[in-house]
């Protein structure tokens, strides 16, 4: 393959990325506290000569859209939604992880935790661990959980300098090796959920514009096999 194909392929490779992101981010429009995946691309120079240098199109690891997406009241005591730039913090098997989705529940031993079982974390890093009469459970705009007149515990309001370092896993939790600050800005509301921040009409746009780029890729793969095929016949005519 000529250099020329080598760099169209690196954008079809790149192009594909992108098109599994947005198609994981459709499939998610209605995904509770998920947050879509965006692909950004860079050049790489590769010197091929003296003086010529040759652009390949390199995809970078995806990275979360933190812009939040619209709360949904629910009136479920046991959720609730984080405003702004903020995350609940949970303890998972593999180390702390940080979500926006707060559909949670209570377990065997009366902890919060999410829907796969993995507590929810107070201020000082700590399961939040509810009584078992949950009459006049009411959380303020600054994570206080009060049961009545009880003060029960206090959600994480975790905030990072450095939000471009987290990474999506399973199940909406979020990985990053940065130590967070808090989050004094983010509001948690009570009975509310965050729903997805996809635009699925947007999403399914920039869906086909990469479907064309990849075929008009395509076409010039195709295109310099055909110049090549020439090329050799035109020297087999040549020598026989």
């Given at each position: 393959m000529e250099t020329s194909g080598y760099v169209a392929l690196s954008r079809q490779l790149a192009l594909d990325s992108r098109m599994a992101s947005l198609a994981n981010n459709i499939a998610n429009a209605n995904t509770t506290g998920f947050l879509a995946d965006e692909v950004s691309f860079q050049s790489v120079l590769s010197r091929t000569g003296p003086a010529r240098d040759l652009a390949f199109v390199q995809d970078l690891s995806p990275k979360p859209d933190l812009t939040p997406g619209e709360m949904r009241m629910t009136g479920s005591p046991l959720d609730f939604a984080i405003g702004g730039d903020g995350f609940f913090a949970v303890q998972t098997p593999e180390g702390l992880r940080y979500t926006r989705a707060g559909h949670f529940r209570l377990d065997e031993q009366n902890q919060l935790v999410t829907t796969d079982g993995h507590p929810v974390l107070d201020v000082d890093d700590q399961p939040i661990t509810l009584p078992e009469e949950l009459d006049g459970l009411s959380v303020a705009?600054?994570?206080?959980?009060?049961?009545?007149?009880?003060?029960?515990?206090?959600?994480?309001?975790?905030?990072?300098?450095?939000?471009?370092?987290?990474?999506?896993e399973g199940?909406?939790?979020?990985?990053?090796d940065e130590v967070p600050g808090v989050a004094e800005q983010a509001e948690v509301l009570q009975g509310a959920l965050q729903s997805?921040?996809?635009?699925?009409?947007?999403?399914?746009?920039?869906?086909?514009?990469?479907?064309?780029?990849?075929?008009?890729?395509?076409?010039?793969?195709?295109?310099?096999?055909?110049?090549?095929?020439?090329?050799?016949?035109?020297?087999?005519?040549?020598?026989?």
């Open positions: 705009k600054d994570g206080t959980i009060a049961v009545g007149a009880d003060i029960v515990g206090q959600f994480r309001r975790a905030l990072f300098e450095e939000p471009e370092q987290l990474r999506l199940g909406m939790l979020l990985r990053t997805s921040n996809v635009e699925p009409v947007l999403a399914m746009t920039a869906m086909m514009e990469a479907n064309r780029a990849f075929q008009a890729t395509q076409k010039v793969i195709e295109a310099q096999h055909e110049l090549t095929r020439s090329a050799v016949q035109r020297l087999l005519d040549v020598n026989s």
